[in-house]
């Protein structure tokens, strides 16, 4: 596997040099969307430099995730994020129940419990009976871009954003008159991805609308995937200074739990529907500018557990229902030149309920909870220093107030170098699950706590055509939430501390006007282990567009991924290779082909669930 990861970073290496001895100097180009300073939200709420903020936030662009050809935006995450990785069972889906997939690890710290908080425009996006994200429901035709924050970001969004935040920008129409695209995919499996995403802006209105169909026959027996999801948005500009803001999203999904190899799985069918909805008023007069953002999500579960070969057919269904509704309003001021100051206020209630049999088999009876905070986030530019310093304070309906303190400091080296220092809490609160649910459930437990180091170094050169980013961390955490047997019944306590370490690079560089690199790497220390979350994770793609074609390939080595933990560990290591050709006949069409795992390993993310080997698909894109 090093000889593979050393022989592609050596020919990544040699082309890059190459090209860029051989650029003319008249090039032009734009260079905006490689700049490592780009403006952010996701960690102040308000528009920022990323060079500015203490906190290593990475930004997928439309690009990358159209590039991806995948319904859901968590793959394109997972290659292009550092310290991010997801789990996988198949092709396509990643179902909900056991033997799911679509766990999120960030830092070494697992989203499945709910230490990673999606975002989609800043509102919080999970199943609130379990505490966890529900990855089938997050489109990527849907998204303009994905912030991901790496690192604890409770200071603005509160619990369950302990190891970092992903938020998920939804499209919007940019230029006048009306955008239709449309792109059709079929290959291996039976998989089918169909998508249309319409567009349109006139005056002080916008609005877009997008549908989104996939399914597959799956790479195993009983492994199907089947998913239908709409996003609409509608925008409406009151004034040069008020503008409102509505979308909703839907998505229903129908997968199969196939089991594993060892025990394969019959009738393991989960039906899933997850609704989201948000309103903004958003205001922007300069000096002062901030929001009211509005949002409901709700979710309907029906999931049917299987049974192994010789077993009996389930009598009933599990059923679960969940909602969670609230506000977030916040308002920034520029009180002198070089001043920031960012003040919020937060209400979130949530609840659910939950039964297999609906007389006798109750796990949660229409419980209902909620959270009330207020946050300040300041920022002051001093000469070369930026210092930053963030407030929340927390209460919950059970555990009551909860402190969360920010603060850090960027260094301007020179207008091309900075380097950034941040120390960060990160807290959760158990999630209903752990609380009252199965013959685990503890009333008693404490929400969990997190103190997060971080330094990093960014830099740019060759006129911002490079950019690259240079991050080292260190978390400690305590009274993590685990099952540990209490005279010799199972029961959720808070016996658990962890102490995670690593390093984490990124580039992008614009090599020439029609090639480009991207690639990270991470590297993770543990010093309790978890599956699911590699020590080392290394990507880089390629993006080349000679005339007409456009011809991307990329190389993915993942190194020390525990599958179990225990006296019998098992470890995955592997290498994937991907590929995509496209071809533009026409302005308004392109034909395309891609292919993933082309050297057909064999590889598992989760124990016993084998992913598939070379795959193929092709298809056509269309805008008009």
């Given at each position: 596997m090093k000889r593979i990861l050393n022989l592609f970073v050596g020919c990544l290496l040699s082309t890059a040099i190459t090209q860029a001895e051989n650029q003319q100097p008249n090039d032009t180009v734009s260079l905006k969307k490689y700049e490592l300073g780009e403006v952010v939200i996701t960690g102040s709420r308000i528009p920022i430099a990323r060079d500015l903020l203490p906190v290593p936030v990475s930004v997928v662009s439309r690009n990358l995730i159209e590039q991806s050809g995948e319904t859901t935006i968590l793959p394109a995450l997972t290659q292009q994020v550092p310290g991010l990785f997801v789990t996988s069972r198949g092709?396509?889906?990643?179902?909900?129940?056991?033997?799911?997939?679509?766990?999120?690890?960030?830092?070494?710290m697992a989203g499945g419990a709910g230490r990673v908080l999606i975002l989609i425009d800043g509102h919080p996006q999970y199943a609130t009976i379990y505490g966890h994200p529900v990855a089938d429901a997050y489109i990527a035709s849907d998204a303009q871009r994905v912030e991901v924050s790496r690192g604890p970001s409770s200071v603005l969004y509160g619990s369950n954003a302990m190891a970092g935040a992903i938020n998920i920008i939804t499209r919007q129409a940019i230029e006048d008159g009306n955008s239709l695209s449309v792109r059709l995919m079929g290959g291996s499996y039976g998989t089918r991805r169909y998508s249309l995403t319409d567009s349109y802006r006139?005056?002080?209105?916008?609005?877009?609308?997008?549908?989104?169909?996939?399914?597959?026959?799956?790479?195993?027996?009983?492994?199907?995937?089947?998913?239908?999801?709409?996003?609409?948005?509608?925008?409406?500009?009151i004034s040069q200074e008020w503008k409102v803001t509505g979308n909703v999203n839907i998505a229903q999904v129908n997968s199969n739990n196939p089991g594993t190899v060892e025990s394969p799985m019959l009738d393991g069918t989960a039906d899933v529907l997850r609704g989201m909805s948000g309103l903004s008023l958003e205001n922007n007069y300069g000096i002062t500018r901030g929001a009211l953002n509005l949002y409901y999500n709700w979710g309907n579960?029906?999931?049917?557990?299987?049974?192994?070969?010789?077993?009996?057919?389930?009598?009933?269904?599990?059923?679960?229902?969940?909602?969670?509704?609230?506000?977030?309003?916040?308002?920034?001021?520029?009180?002198?030149?070089?001043?920031?100051?960012?003040?919020?206020?937060?209400?979130?209630?949530?609840?659910?309920?939950?039964?297999?049999?609906?007389?006798?088999?109750?796990?949660?009876?229409?419980?209902?909870?909620?959270e009330v905070a207020g946050y300040f986030f300041a920022q002051q530019e001093?000469?070369?220093?930026?210092?930053?310093?963030?407030?929340?304070?927390?209460?919950?309906?059970?555990?009551?107030?909860?402190?969360?303190?920010?603060?850090?400091?960027?260094?301007?080296?020179?207008?091309?170098?900075?380097?950034?220092?941040?120390?960060?809490?990160?807290?959760?609160?158990?999630?209903?699950?752990?609380?009252?649910?199965?013959?685990?459930?503890?009333?008693?437990?404490?929400?969990?706590?997190?103190?997060?180091?971080d330094f990093s170094i960014t830099q740019r050169l060759f006129d911002n055509r490079l950019s690259m980013e240079l991050a080292l961390f260190y978390i400690k955490g305590d009274n993590i939430v685990e099952t540990v047997q209490v005279n010799g019944n199972p029961q959720n306590q808070n016996v658990g501390e962890f102490a995670n370490k690593g390093v984490e690079f990124s580039l992008s560089y614009l090599i020439l006007n029609n090639l480009s690199l991207h690639s990270n790497y991470s590297y993770l220390h543990m010093d309790t282990t978890i599956t699911g979350a590699p020590g080392n994770k290394f990507y880089a793609g390629v993006?080349?567009?000679?005339?007409?074609?456009?011809?991307?390939?990329?190389?993915?080595?993942?190194?020390?991924?525990?599958?179990?933990?225990g006296e019998n560990a098992r470890t995955s290591n592997y290498t994937l290779v991907d590929a995509r050709v496209g071809y533009r006949p026409w302005k308004w069409g392109e034909v395309f082909v891609k292919g993933d795992n082309l050297l057909a390993r064999k590889y598992e993310t989760m124990l016993g669930f084998p992913m598939p080997r070379a795959t193929v698909m092709g298809g056509v894109s269309l805008n008009f």
């Open positions: 092709i396509a889906g990643y179902g909900v129940s056991g033997g799911s997939a679509g766990g999120i690890n960030l830092r070494g006139q005056g002080k209105w916008s609005g877009v609308v997008s549908g989104n169909y996939e399914r597959t026959d799956g790479h195993r027996p009983n492994s199907g995937f089947e998913l239908f999801s709409g996003f609409g948005k509608i925008g409406y500009d579960h029906k999931i049917n557990d299987g049974y192994t070969e010789g077993g009996n057919p389930r009598p009933y269904l599990f059923h679960s229902t969940d909602y969670m509704g609230g506000l977030n309003l916040y308002q920034s001021v520029n009180l002198f030149t070089g001043n920031t100051i960012t003040g919020g206020f937060d209400v979130k209630l949530y609840g659910g309920n939950a039964y297999r049999d609906p007389v006798t088999e109750i796990y949660a009876d229409h419980i209902k909870l909620n001093l000469g070369r220093f930026m210092l930053n310093a963030g407030l929340r304070l927390e209460n919950h309906s059970l555990y009551g107030t909860e402190w969360v303190p920010q603060g850090g400091i960027s260094f301007r080296a020179t207008e091309e170098t900075h380097l950034k220092f941040s120390i960060s809490k990160g807290f959760r609160t158990p999630n209903m699950r752990e609380l009252y649910m199965y013959a685990a459930a503890n009333e008693d437990l404490l929400p969990e706590r997190s103190l997060s180091y993006t080349y567009r000679p005339g007409n074609f456009t011809v991307s390939a990329g190389a993915q080595v993942i190194d020390k991924l525990y599958l179990s933990t």
